[in-house]
T-cell receptor
Framework: DTAVSQTPKYLVTQMGNDKSIKCEQN?????MYWYKQDSKKFLKIMFS???????INETVPNRFSPKSPDKAHLNLHINSLELGDSAVYFC?????????????FGSGTRLTVV | EDKVVQSPLSLVVHEGDTVTLNCSYE??????LLWYKQEKKAPTFLFML????IEKKSGRLSSILDKKELFSILNITATQTGDSAVYLC????????????FGQGTRLTINP
């Protein structure tokens, strides 16, 4: 069973479109995250949710809106896509806040905006 | 600003060589340091380090943390082509909530 699963794995779309990426974890973790990895492989946190509550919101354009219907799901909706949004987006989860470890990553969604 | 710096950014060696990857950090509210291996997809967990001077070992890989000098190293002995990957260092910090701050990664290539 996949512990953290993201869909879709690949997404190619035109500028200006709106798209969503879904993430689900079956590990029973309380905290979920979205990370963005750029072309240089640099991973940077975007959002973190703990038990459906937003706890980290880095400096991300408000075209990006996370939604957590329950603690096992964290979806990412992106409005008015731009070329610079092209990247790999990773979802991750960890057991509880402040444990210092236990992160599990999904396999990533490669978003290409053309 | 919290910062994690890895070096070298890229390393090419021959199979059987030993490599040392470096990670230095300047952060507030340090909690732990994590090493990940990333091949084509998700980063996979290698080590979590919280205490200085205690070596963590897993097969040919080992890692150690120095909290006074603010760095960690990852050693790989008797490298194999399957060790080729990007190795990521990340520091867990607490700023109200917990988050990972990543370094740029070291791309390691092992040639046969």
């Amino acid at each position: 069973d996949t512990a953290v699963s993201q869909t879709p794995k690949y997404l190619v779309t035109q500028m200006g479109n709106d798209k969503s990426i879904k993430c689900e974890q079956n590990l029973g973790h309380d905290t979920m995250y979205w990370y963005k990895q750029d072309s240089k492989k640099f991973l940077k946190i975007m959002f973190s949710y703990n038990n459906k509550e937003l706890i980290i919101n880095e400096t991300v354009p408000n075209r990006f809106s996370p939604k957590s219907p329950d603690k096992a799901h964290l979806n990412l909706h992106i409005n008015s896509l731009e070329l610079g949004d092209s990247a790999v987006y990773f979802c991750a989860s960890s057991p509880t806040v402040k444990t210092g470890g236990g992160y599990t990553f999904g396999s990533g969604t490669r978003l290409t905006v053309v | 600003e919290d910062k994690v710096v890895q070096s070298p950014l890229s390393l090419v060696v021959h199979e059987g060589d030993t490599v040392t990857l470096n990670c230095s950090y300047e952060v507030t509210n340090f909690r732990s340091l994590l090493w990940y291996k990333q091949e084509k997809k998700a980063p996979t967990f290698l080590f979590m380090l919280t205490s200085s001077g205690i070596e963590k070992k897993s097969g040919r890989l080992s890692s150690i943390l120095d909290k006074k000098e603010l760095f960690s190293i990852l050693n790989i002995t008797a490298t194999q082509t399957g060790d080729s990957a990007v190795y990521l260092c990340a520091v867990v910090i607490i700023q109200g909530a917990q988050k990972l701050v990543f370094g740029q990664g070291t791309r390691l290539t092992i040639n046969p």
